[in-house]
Nanobody
Framework: QVQLVESGGGLVQAGGSLRLSCAAS????????MGWFRQAPGKEREFVAA????????YYADSVKGRFTISRDNAKNTVYLQMNSLKPEDTAVYSC?????????????????WGQGTQVTVSS
């Protein structure tokens, strides 16, 4: 089992940037594909980005492509989400998730472990 703790959320103006971190503990971090998801009030959880175990492959939702970058540091057991050019519609609780296996996938049901989430609020 792996435990995940997100940090880095906050309030930012439209056009600004934030960097989210997700620290993992427990099992070997490099054994997991990692993903970021978000959920706005009254909406379903939405895929944001994912990265494979070696950090050689990434996958993004169309809504964030070109603005967000997912990365990981296996030596630090941490996955990051750099968010630039933020928009009010990016406002949500952002959660990281981990899955065993090798494929990068977007479905939240494919991920076995979840963090508690961190709030990101983008003001207009």
């Amino acid at each position: 089992q792996v435990q995940l703790v997100e940090s880095g959320g906050g309030l930012v103006q439209a056009g600004g940037s934030l960097r989210l971190s997700c620290a993992a503990s427990g099992r070997t971090f490099s054994n997991y594909v990692m993903g970021w998801f978000r959920q706005a009030p009254g909406k379903e959880r939405e895929f944001v980005a994912a990265i494979n175990k070696s950090a050689g492959l990434t996958y993004y939702a169309d809504s964030v492509k070109g603005r967000f970058t997912i990365s990981r540091d296996n030596a630090k057991n941490t996955v990051y989400l750099q968010m630039n050019s933020l928009k009010p519609e990016d406002t949500a609780v952002y959660s990281c998730a981990a899955r065993t296996g090798y494929r990068i996938v977007a479905g939240p049901n494919e991920y076995e472990y979840w963090g508690q989430g961190t709030q990101v609020t983008v003001s207009s």
